[in-house]
């Protein structure tokens, strides 16, 4: 009989359905990375969200068999000792399609229109305190016209761009493998850089990807053009952009990750209070449908795999 540990269950609000074999079922609300080895002993199938689950946890877990991951990234465990061990890890794909390219385009909007700037002038009783009907304090941009620039072309990227066309948005994207979507150019990072008015990231987080955004490149982009986030935090190199931010050498980011999550008193984002900033707790994944898609999607994947047709599969 499998024995199914799900490490961090309350990182996911929706109902998890019981799996269609014989099981014994345990959840944690969270677990901190010491308690993985105690929490998992005699488990044949873990189930983590944000966990992580290294080298040393696995070599210490003989029964286990297969690795369930609640989300789409993968860096959180390690890949190559499971695939030494044997360990089947899936993972949820494509669950949250419309949920994180919406929320790109709230903090899209709020930035472009200035948002935030407009709000605390109301808060603050400006506009009571106006001689004209309206204020026109902060500048406002339309989408329309724009060049919004995608940095990986994926099942995400994509939706995002078919937002940006609605918006009457040119879209450009940098792509490992070739794009050929008409009417979206394939440009180098370094061109979509220099060209875009949005920069939007939708890559996993890998070696090779982490801090693809540093100094250098926020340097190549318009001083008016706005970074999107809502991919993985360490894609960014945080002091750089809270400097960049800080100097006026973009026109604003919205983010929704960050590279340490909770993230640390003294991350440099935290302390900035700039209206062309806007910072948001990992949500952009969380709607309630995406939420109970990524559930269902989950125990799917625990079936398929106990019944001999493993799919998802990242090891």
Same mark, same amino acid.
Request: hydrophobic share 45%.
């Given at each position: 009989?499998?024995?199914?540990?799900?490490?961090?269950?309350?990182?996911?609000?929706?109902?998890?359905?019981?799996?269609?074999?014989?099981?014994?079922?345990?959840?944690?609300?969270?677990?901190?990375?010491?308690?993985?080895?105690?929490?998992?002993?005699?488990?044949?199938?873990?189930?983590?969200?944000?966990?992580?689950?290294?080298?040393?946890?696995?070599?210490?877990?003989?029964?286990?068999?297969?690795?369930?991951?609640?989300?789409?990234?993968?860096?959180?465990?390690?890949?190559?000792?499971?695939?030494?061990?044997?360990?089947?890890?899936?993972?949820?794909?494509?669950?949250?399609?419309?949920?994180?390219?919406?929320?790109?385009?709230?903090?899209?909007?709020?930035?472009?229109?200035?948002?935030?700037?407009?709000?605390?002038?109301?808060?603050?009783?400006?506009?009571?305190?106006?001689? #004209?009907?309206? =204020?026109? $304090?902060?500048?406002?941009?339309?989408? @329309?016209?724009?060049?919004?620039? %995608?940095? /990986?072309? &994926?099942?995400?990227?994509?939706?995002?761009?078919?937002?940006?066309?609605?918006?009457?948005?040119?879209?450009?994207?940098?792509?490992?493998?070739?794009?050929?979507?008409?009417?979206?150019?394939?440009?180098?990072?370094?061109?979509?850089?220099?060209?875009?008015?949005?920069?939007?990231?939708?890559?996993?987080?890998?070696?090779?990807?982490?801090?693809?955004?540093?100094?250098?490149?926020?340097?190549?982009?318009?001083?008016?053009?706005?970074?999107?986030?809502?991919? #993985?935090?360490? =894609?960014? $190199?945080?002091?750089?952009?809270?400097? @960049?931010?800080?100097?006026?050498? %973009?026109? /604003?980011? &919205?983010?929704?990750?960050?590279?340490?999550?909770?993230?640390?008193?003294?991350?440099?984002?935290?302390?900035?209070?700039?209206?062309?900033?806007?910072?948001?707790?990992?949500?952009?994944?969380?709607?309630?449908?995406?939420?109970?898609?990524?559930?269902?999607?989950?125990?799917?994947?625990?079936?398929?795999?106990?019944?001999?047709?493993?799919?998802?599969?990242?090891?």
């Amino acid at each position: 009989m499998h024995r199914i540990v799900f490490l961090d269950r309350d990182s996911l609000q929706a109902h998890v359905r019981v799996p269609a074999f014989e099981h014994e079922w345990q959840d944690h609300p969270g677990s901190a990375e010491q308690d993985v080895v105690e929490r998992l002993a005699g488990a044949t199938v873990a189930i983590t969200n944000k966990v992580p689950l290294r080298a040393a946890a696995i070599a210490r877990l003989p029964d286990l068999k297969m690795v369930a991951i609640a989300a789409t990234g993968t860096d959180n465990v390690d890949l190559e000792a499971c695939r030494a061990r044997g360990i089947a890890v899936s993972n949820i794909r494509d669950y949250s399609l419309v949920s994180v390219p919406e929320h790109c385009f709230a903090l899209l909007l709020a930035l472009r229109r200035n948002l935030r700037a407009y709000m605390a002038d109301v808060e603050a009783g400006r506009w009571e305190r106006s001689s #004209r009907f309206c =204020l026109l $304090d902060h500048p406002i941009g339309d989408l @329309a016209g724009s060049r919004l620039g %995608i940095v /990986g072309y &994926g099942a995400l990227g994509k939706k995002v761009a078919q937002l940006g066309r609605a918006f009457g948005m040119e879209v450009v994207a940098t792509s490992r493998s070739p794009v050929k979507e008409a009417g979206v150019a394939q440009l180098p990072l370094e061109a979509l850089l220099a060209t875009s008015d949005v920069v939007s990231l939708h890559l996993p987080l890998s070696a090779e990807t982490r801090h693809l955004i540093g100094a250098r490149e926020l340097g190549l982009m318009k001083p008016q053009a706005l970074l999107i986030n809502t991919a #993985r935090g360490g =894609l960014v $190199d945080e002091a750089a952009l809270a400097a @960049a931010l800080l100097d006026g050498r %973009i026109g /604003g980011a &919205g983010f929704d990750v960050l590279g340490k999550e909770p993230p640390e008193p003294d991350n440099p984002l935290l302390r900035l209070r700039l209206p062309n900033f806007i910072l948001t707790p990992h949500v952009a994944w969380a709607s309630g449908g995406a939420m109970q898609t990524l559930a269902d999607m989950l125990v799917d994947n625990i079936e398929a795999w106990a019944a001999g047709r493993p799919r998802n599969l990242v090891a």
